[in-house]
T-cell receptor
Framework: DQQVKQNSPSLSVQEGRISILNCDYT??????FLWYKKYPAEGPTFLIS?????DKNEDGRFTVFLNKSAKHLSLHIVPSQPGDSAVYFC???????????????FGKGTKLSVKP | GAGVSQSPSNKVTEKGKDVELRCDPI?????LYWYRQSLGQGLEFLIY????????KSGLPSDRFSAERTGGSVSTLTIQRTQQEDSAVYLC????????????FGSGTRLTVV
């Protein structure tokens, strides 16, 4: 059973508009969340993260929102640019797992296409 | 090196053969992870090394899969008696101390079992 779900396999947005990528999780123990971006033939790269003690984290054009009661997070990209076209993965972890920091659990990804 | 290096970048092997995939993490990174991405799937956790602690092997799909990390640096993922369902991109990542610092991924090894 998937603990991290990205229900939209793809999203198409016009350049300059907002892109909203969604992620749901089922494990209430998760307390740290990350977004990764992946271009073809490259490894995923870290984009932005959020701790469960916050409900929002912003970095330039990227903002992540966390709704703990709904077990839902979203990534907003404003304004979207053609170079943002990539697969975006949501990931979650339990920060204090076993006294160390365990592995990340990833969703299946959402392919974002930003059209000029 | 500056990043995580994986070799080979592509590997085609016959069903039943053994393969070894190599990962050179970023120098000084104590945590090393192996994931795989099958077609249309997300990133599936395989194994995690943290310093000198016993590795977390909970994600390995069968006893045909094994991994080791020598001297706290280079890691090798070995798949014995490969099957077609093993075909995937195998990604290695390293981190300074754990997941909270974010991973740096390599470009992966694309394994095709024919």
């Amino acid at each position: 059973d998937q603990q991290v779900k990205q229900n939209s396999p793809s999203l198409s947005v016009q350049e300059g508009r907002i892109s909203i990528l969604n992620c749901d999780y089922t494990n209430s123990m998760f307390d740290y969340f990350l977004w990764y971006k992946k271009y073809p033939a490259e490894g995923p790269t870290f984009l932005i993260s959020i701790s469960s003690i916050k409900d929002k984290n912003e970095d330039g054009r990227f903002t992540v929102f966390l709704n703990k009661s709904a077990k839902h997070l979203s990534l907003h990209i404003v304004p979207s640019q053609p170079g943002d076209s990539a697969v975006y993965f949501c990931a979650a972890t339990v920060a204090n797992y076993g006294g160390s920091q365990g592995n990340l659990i990833f969703g299946k990804g959402t392919k974002l296409s930003v059209k000029p | 090196g500056a990043g995580v290096s994986q070799s080979p970048s592509n590997k085609v092997t016959e069903k039943g053969k053994d393969v070894e995939l190599r990962c050179d993490p970023i120098s000084g990174h104590t945590a090393l992870y192996w994931y795989r991405q099958s077609l249309g799937q997300g990133l599936e956790f395989l194994i995690y090394f943290q310093g000198n602690s016993a590795p977390d092997k909970s994600g390995l799909p069968s006893d045909r899969f094994s991994a080791e990390r020598t001297g706290g640096s280079v890691s090798t993922l070995t798949i014995q008696r490969t099957q077609q369902e093993d075909s995937a991109v195998y990604l290695c990542a390293s981190s300074l101390a754990g997941a909270l610092y974010g991973y740096t991924f390599g470009s992966g090894t694309r394994l095709t079992v024919v």
